[in-house]
Structures are given as structure tokens and as C-alpha cells.
């Protein structure tokens, strides 16, 4: 390529993604072993039991991707676009100049030979045929290579849509099931309703990534079988003994004692507005009027505020109820 290039801040975000931040080293999803995994995807001189700090996930990522840029640079002789100088930076962080997930790697590719022979309009399907490890397709390099391709093109990417509504009752039982999982294993994941958001996505990647899964936020096979071993999240002990009042700065809880403490207060004034009227409305007749007459009066009298005492009396049940609700979710890791 006749000018360097270097990586837009778009691959950067791409890759912290993808990769996600894993401050202890993890086993390669495919063998279970070598190449052990830390930080954002990075494998040179890693070993079982590292343990690194974000910044030093950081400096790897950066020195990955430049080692990547660099491969790029050195390799392909035509003039590339931005994204389609991204799209093979990712490939190359990836799957390492080597092929670490498979074959030779992507110096001696075919992906290469074809783009450096002008022919740009395969690089998509060529990226798509790098999605197996160990001799099976991995979901998550599937994804992966989908959105190299949509950098490639300038396309938006698009997740399938399997995974981003439900478009069968199976699909929605499926769905509500993991989300019901989840959340007894306390992952937040909303409301267990079937359909799949971002809060179950990030449940899902969540849940994989404590489990040494591949990340993707898939619903899969390996994910469901996880599943039902899977061990609880730990939750501090202050999670778990929080209570409402621990929980005060939080906007939900601001309002729902909000909404306690103004029916607290519609019921003591109305109370004391009303109980002011009944002696006021009874005073004069006392003396001269039958006591029926009396009370009659009376009640014609305070009624409007009983009911509004009534009323605040809900009010501050419902809040009671909130603050409750909200304070068992936050316990038990419904709420981050």
C-alpha cells in the first residue's frame, strides 16, 4: 500500500467489544487451553492464572492493533478505504498473523492474494469463510466476520435478526427461559418477557463471559447448557442487606418515596383538617340538636376528607410497595 494507515477510533471501540475486558486469563474457547486470553483479546506471553489491571489491558490493546496496522500495511499493495483497512486489522487482531483460529494466516490467505490482484468485491465472503476453530463453526466468529464485512462495504452491521426479536412462541419460550435462568442466578435482565433486549444481551454476555464462554450474547446451545449448572453471581453482603434508605440517591427510589411521603401527608392533613371541621360543624349544635342530627352533620361535613385521607392512605401504600420492589431487585443483582 503506498501510505501507511492507521486504525480509526471506530476499530477501537470494535475491538473492546468484541474482545471485552478480561482482567485474568482465560482459556481459547475452541481448545480449552493454549492460547490463554487477557485484556481486550491479547495472547503473546500469557499463562494461566495472569492477572493484569485495565490499564495494562489498554497498552496491550494498543499494541496489538499496531502490530496488526503493521501486518496490513506490509502486506496489501492497493489502495484500501478506511473501513476496509479496519475490517482487516480486526481480522488480523483476531486470528493473528499466524492463523491462530485457523490455517495459515492471513499472509499467505486467500483473502489476500484476491485483494491484492484488485479483486475487492470478494473480501466479504472471504471473511466469512474464517469462522471456524478447531474444526467447528464458533457463533461468535460468525458475528465477528459479519461485521468485518459490513466495515468492508460501509454497511451498517445488523445482528440477525434470531437474536433480536422473537419471531416464534418457541423462540419467545426460549427466550423467557433464559431470562427466568438469569435472573435466578442474579444477572439483571429486566423483565422476563420473551423478547430480547439489551439488558438480556448484556445478561447473556455477562453470564458467558463468568462462565469462560465466548462472549457474543447469543442464545445457543452451549449457553442453554450452561445454564443449567451455572453457579449464582456473588453478591456482596451489602447488596444483599441494602435497604431503602442505603438506596436513597437513586433516581427510581427518590421517587418512589416521593410518591410514600406525599400520601403520608395527604392522610395526616386530612385527618387534622377534617377532625378541625367535625368540631367546628358541632359546636353550635351541641347544646339544642339531637345527637343523630349531630353526628349527621358532622359527617356531611368531614366526609371529603376521610376520602382524601383515604386515598393518601393508597398513595403511601403504593410507595411502601416500590421502595420494597425496587430494594429486592437491587438485592438480588436485578439492578445495577
Keep these: 500500500m503506498p501510505i501507511a494507515m492507521k486504525a480509526s477510533r471506530a476499530l477501537f471501540a470494535l475491538e473492546r467489544e468484541e474482545e471485552a475486558l478480561r482482567l485474568r486469563a482465560y482459556p481459547d474457547p475452541a481448545t480449552g487451553g493454549a492460547p490463554w486470553t487477557i485484556g481486550y483479546g491479547h495472547t503473546h506471553d500469557v499463562h ?52 491462530k483460529w485457523a490455517g495459515d494466516g492471513f499472509t499467505t490467505s486467500t483473502l489476500l492474494a484476491r485483494l491484492n490482484a484488485g ?50 412462541e418457541r423462540e419467545t419460550a426460549i427466550i423467557r427461559g433464559v431470562q ?12 422476563v418477557d420473551g423478547i430480547y433486549g439489551n439488558l438480556t444481551r448484556d445478561a447473556i454476555k455477562a453470564f458467558q463471559a463468568d462462565n469462560e464462554l465466548t462472549d457474543t450474547g447469543r442464545i445457543d446451545q452451549s449457553l442453554l447448557d450452561t445454564l443449567k449448572t451455572g453457579k449464582p453471581r456473588l453478591l456482596s453482603l451489602e447488596r444483599q442487606n441494602a435497604s431503602p434508605a442505603d438506596l436513597k440517591d437513586r433516581p427510581t427510589v427518590k421517587i418512589a418515596g416521593a410518591v410514600r411521603n406525599t400520601g403520608a401527608a395527604a392522610v395526616g392533613a386530612s385527618l387534622a383538617v377534617g377532625a378541625a371541621q367535625a368540631a367546628i360543624a358541632a359546636m353550635p349544635a351541641i347544646a339544642s340538636a339531637p345527637v343523630l342530627h349531630t353526628a349527621g352533620e358532622v359527617l356531611l361535613q368531614v366526609w371529603p376528607f376521610l376520602a382524601s385521607a383515604v386515598g393518601g392512605a393508597l398513595v403511601y401504600a403504593l410507595g411502601r410497595q416500590l421502595l420494597g420492589a425496587i430494594t429486592t431487585e437491587f438485592r438480588q443483582g436485578q439492578l445495577l
Design 48 to 99: 494461566p492464572g495472569m492477572t493484569i489491571t485495565e490499564a495494562q489491558a489498554e497498552a496491550f490493546l494498543a499494541a496489538d492493533v499496531a502490530e496488526a496496522e503493521a501486518i496490513v500495511n506490509r502486506s496489501v499493495h492497493v489502495p484500501l478505504t478506511q473501513g476496509q483497512f479496519d475490517a482487516l486489522v480486526d481480522f488480523v487482531f483476531n486470528i493473528g498473523p499466524g492463523g
Design 119 to 168: 479483486d475487492y468485491a470478494s473480501g466479504p465472503h472471504q471473511l466469512s469463510l474464517w469462522n471456524h476453530a478447531a474444526g467447528r463453526e464458533l457463533a461468535g466468529l460468525t458475528k465477528r466476520r459479519a461485521r468485518e464485512a459490513a466495515l468492508w462495504t460501509g454497511k451498517p452491521y445488523v445482528a440477525p435478526l434470531a437474536v433480536t426479536k422473537a419471531r416464534t
Design 180 to 191: 427466568g435462568q438469569l435472573k435466578a442466578l442474579h444477572y439483571p435482565v429486566g423483565k
